[in-house]
C-alpha cells in the first residue's frame, strides 16, 4: 500500500497539481479581494474603461483608443466611471430579471452589434491602384451619368375640352412672341399652374411628374437656336391644360470625364471592397452553422 502511494506521489501530474493548488492557495490569502466573488460588485479597471469609452466613441484600433484614455482629464476619468457603473448596473439588473431570454429586441441588438463589429476589418481592404480605378470606372460608366436637365419659364391656359382653349392658346402665343415678353414677365399671362411657373435646371423625371410624359418629351428635345433669342413654343399639352413655353437652357445628359469625377470612383470602390470584406466576415460566422430545414408550410 505504501508502495503504491510512494508511485503516485512520483507521478509528474500530480506533483505538478499539488505545487499549483498550493501556490493558488498562497495567492488567495495573499489577495482575498481578487477572489471574492459577489454579483453587487463592479470591478472597474483601466482595461474595462478602455473597452467602454472604445465602443462609444466607435474607435477599433485598440492602442489608439489606449492612448486617448491615458490623456483623460480626472474629471473625465471619473465621469467615464459612473457611466461604466450606470450601464453595468443596469445590465446585471436586466440579467437578473431574465430580460436577455427570448426577446427579439434583444435578439436584434446582438446580430446589430456582431455586424458593427464586422465593420472592425475594414483596414483589411488593400490600396487601390489606378488600374483597378479605370476598369472600375469602365464597368459602371452607366452609374456616373449626369441627366438632361432643362430651363424654362411657361404660361398656362386650362383645356376645357374644345378646340376654344387651343385658339385661345395660340392666339397668346402671337402675343407673346410679338411683344418679346422675357423669361421673368411670363407671370403676368395665363392662369395660375398646380405646380410652379418657372424651372431652373430641373431633371427630365421632375417635369414629367408635373406634366406628364409628352410635355417632357417635347421641351426636352428642343434645340435652342445659337443666333437668334429663344422664342415662346406651343401650345403643349400636359394633363393639365395647354402650355406656352419659353426654353433659355437645355443640357444634354452626359458622362463626365474621369479626371473630373476620380474621387467618387475611388470612394465607391473603397465602399464596396468594404462591403466585400464584411460579408466574407459574415459568411464566415454563418459557415460554423448548419441550417437544418423543418418548414411543412403547416400541411
Same mark, same amino acid.
Given at each position: 500500500m505504501k508502495a503504491w502511494i510512494l508511485k503516485v506521489i512520483r507521478e509528474p501530474i500530480i506533483q505538478f497539481v499539488f505545487i499549483g493548488s498550493l501556490l493558488l492557495c498562497v495567492d488567495v490569502l495573499r489577495n482575498p479581494d481578487d477572489y471574492r466573488?459577489?454579483?453587487?460588485?463592479?470591478?472597474?479597471?483601466?482595461?474595462?474603461?478602455?473597452?467602454?469609452?472604445?465602443?462609444?466613441? !466607435?474607435?477599433?484600433?485598440?492602442?489608439?483608443?489606449?492612448? $486617448?484614455? #491615458?490623456?483623460?482629464?480626472?474629471? %473625465?476619468?471619473?465621469?467615464?466611471?459612473?457611466?461604466?457603473?450606470?450601464?453595468?448596473?443596469?445590465?446585471?439588473?436586466?440579467?437578473?430579471?431574465?430580460?436577455? !431570454?427570448?426577446?427579439?429586441?434583444?435578439?436584434?441588438?446582438? $446580430?446589430? #452589434?456582431?455586424?458593427?463589429?464586422? %465593420?472592425?476589418?475594414?483596414?483589411?481592404v488593400p490600396v487601390i491602384q489606378q488600374e483597378e480605378l479605370d476598369r472600375y470606372f469602365q464597368s459602371y460608366k452607366e452609374n456616373y451619368r449626369r441627366p438632361a436637365l432643362i430651363t424654362f419659364t411657361h404660361v398656362f391656359l386650362k383645356s376645357s375640352g374644345n378646340n376654344a382653349s387651343y385658339s385661345k392658346a395660340e392666339l397668346l402665343l402671337d402675343e407673346l412672341n410679338k411683344n418679346k415678353v422675357p423669361f421673368e414677365q411670363s407671370g403676368l399671362f395665363g392662369e395660375r399652374f398646380l405646380y410652379n411657373r418657372n424651372y431652373v435646371n430641373r431633371e427630365m423625371s421632375e417635369i414629367e411628374s408635373h406634366f406628364g410624359d409628352n410635355f417632357k418629351n417635347v421641351i426636352f428635345s428642343y434645340d435652342i437656336p445659337s443666333s437668334i433669342e429663344p422664342s415662346w413654343l406651343g401650345p403643349i399639352e400636359s394633363k393639365f391644360g395647354w402650355h406656352l413655353v419659353l426654353v433659355t437652357k437645355v443640357s444634354k445628359s452626359y458622362i463626365p470625364d474621369f479626371e473630373m469625377i476620380e474621387s467618387d470612383i475611388r470612394s465607391d470602390l473603397y465602399r464596396e471592397r468594404q462591403f466585400s470584406v464584411k460579408m466574407e466576415k459574415l459568411n464566415q460566422i454563418k459557415s460554423k452553422f448548419n441550417l437544418v430545414d423543418k418548414t411543412s408550410n403547416y400541411d
Amino acid at each position: 500500500m505504501k508502495a503504491w502511494i510512494l508511485k503516485v506521489i512520483r507521478e509528474p501530474i500530480i506533483q505538478f497539481v499539488f505545487i499549483g493548488s498550493l501556490l493558488l492557495c498562497v495567492d488567495v490569502l495573499r489577495n482575498p479581494d481578487d477572489y471574492r466573488v459577489s454579483n453587487n460588485e463592479i470591478i472597474v479597471t483601466d482595461a474595462a474603461l478602455t473597452n467602454f469609452m472604445q465602443q462609444r466613441a !466607435k474607435i477599433f484600433n485598440s492602442e489608439e483608443a489606449i492612448e $486617448v484614455y #491615458k490623456q483623460l482629464t480626472v474629471d %473625465q476619468k471619473e465621469k467615464l466611471k459612473n457611466d461604466f457603473f450606470h450601464q453595468e448596473a443596469l445590465y446585471r439588473e436586466a440579467l437578473s430579471n431574465n430580460f436577455d !431570454k427570448n426577446d427579439p429586441i434583444i435578439k436584434r441588438r446582438l $446580430v446589430q #452589434k456582431v455586424d458593427y463589429l464586422s %465593420q472592425g476589418f475594414y483596414d483589411e481592404v488593400p490600396v487601390i491602384q489606378q488600374e483597378e480605378l479605370d476598369r472600375y470606372f469602365q464597368s459602371y460608366k452607366e452609374n456616373y451619368r449626369r441627366p438632361a436637365l432643362i430651363t424654362f419659364t411657361h404660361v398656362f391656359l386650362k383645356s376645357s375640352g374644345n378646340n376654344a382653349s387651343y385658339s385661345k392658346a395660340e392666339l397668346l402665343l402671337d402675343e407673346l412672341n410679338k411683344n418679346k415678353v422675357p423669361f421673368e414677365q411670363s407671370g403676368l399671362f395665363g392662369e395660375r399652374f398646380l405646380y410652379n411657373r418657372n424651372y431652373v435646371n430641373r431633371e427630365m423625371s421632375e417635369i414629367e411628374s408635373h406634366f406628364g410624359d409628352n410635355f417632357k418629351n417635347v421641351i426636352f428635345s428642343y434645340d435652342i437656336p445659337s443666333s437668334i433669342e429663344p422664342s415662346w413654343l406651343g401650345p403643349i399639352e400636359s394633363k393639365f391644360g395647354w402650355h406656352l413655353v419659353l426654353v433659355t437652357k437645355v443640357s444634354k445628359s452626359y458622362i463626365p470625364d474621369f479626371e473630373m469625377i476620380e474621387s467618387d470612383i475611388r470612394s465607391d470602390l473603397y465602399r464596396e471592397r468594404q462591403f466585400s470584406v464584411k460579408m466574407e466576415k459574415l459568411n464566415q460566422i454563418k459557415s460554423k452553422f448548419n441550417l437544418v430545414d423543418k418548414t411543412s408550410n403547416y400541411d
